[in-house]
T-cell receptor, first 108, second 114 residues
Framework: DTGVSQNPRHKITKRGQNVTFRCDPISEHNRLYWYRQTLGQGPEFLTYFQNEAQLEKSRLLSDRFSAERPKGSFSTLEIQRTEQGDSAMYLC??????FGPGTRLLVL | TQLLEQSPQFLSIQEGENLTVYCNSSSVFSSLQWYRQEPGEGPVLLVTVVTGGEVKKLKRLTFQFGDARKDSSLHITAAQPGDTGLYLCAGAHTSGAGSYQLTFGKGTKLSVIP
């Protein structure tokens, strides 16, 4: 069990730029979740994959956000035309008990 | 919308003291999880409680799930500086797509002073 890994761990970008984050879940887990956590808040659900199928999306996931999980392995979360309000920790999880270390995004 | 209220939001205590953190909701959850999160890291699962009235112990930590499965508490005995961190409770519910979604509280930030 190598755990869930996320890259990069930190990202600083300018408003309007696109960013992409990657999550590598535990290999035998077919479920993958993305959460977003802003300062002083608990994580909030963004989207859920079962294998390669994206089965659920939160209202928080605006049309600037897109997530993929090709071949049901790693997943990517892309944010287009970033805004300052997108600054947050983006967490990936495979099952309820395995969260990754997160990618902290700062939009200047 | 299912909400989880955690209290207190902040807690600063001396080493050796006892403390209790509360997690309350108006909704029933299929299970309730407690996590601890260090700055800049993801949440780490401490315990899952499933049955109403259930009590689980993890060394100096005692977790209780309310009879109605709407509330929970975390009690720490003889707190140590290593207990410092953000404690999050999260209720699990199944969605139409079959996923277990978590609704998190805002967390309790605990500081244990040596």
């Amino acid at each position: 069990d190598t755990g869930v890994s996320q890259n990069p761990r930190h990202k600083i970008t300018k408003r309007g730029q696109n960013v992409t984050f990657r999550c590598d879940p535990i290999s035998e887990h077919n479920r993958l979740y993305w959460y977003r956590q802003t300062l002083g808040q608990g994580p909030e659900f963004l989207t859920y994959f079962q294998n390669e199928a994206q089965l659920e999306k939160s209202r928080l996931l605006s049309d600037r956000f897109s997530a993929e999980r090709p071949k049901g392995s790693f997943s990517t979360l892309e944010i287009q035309r970033t805004e300052q309000g997108d600054s947050a920790m983006y967490l990936c999880a495979s099952t309820l008990s395995h969260f990754g270390p997160g990618t902290r995004l700062l939009v200047l | 919308t299912q909400l989880l209220e955690q209290s207190p939001q902040f807690l600063s205590i001396q080493e050796g003291e006892n403390l209790t953190v509360y997690c309350n909701s108006s909704s029933v959850f299929s299970s309730l999880q407690w996590y601890r999160q260090e700055p800049g890291e993801g949440p780490v699962l401490l315990v899952t409680v499933v049955t109403g009235g259930e009590v689980k112990k993890l060394k100096r930590l005692t977790f209780q799930f309310g009879d109605a499965r709407k509330d929970s508490s975390l009690h720490i005995t003889a707190a140590q500086p290593g207990d410092t961190g953000l404690y999050l409770c999260a209720g699990a519910h199944t969605s139409g797509a079959g996923s277990y979604q978590l609704t998190f509280g805002k967390g309790t930030k605990l500081s244990v002073i040596p």
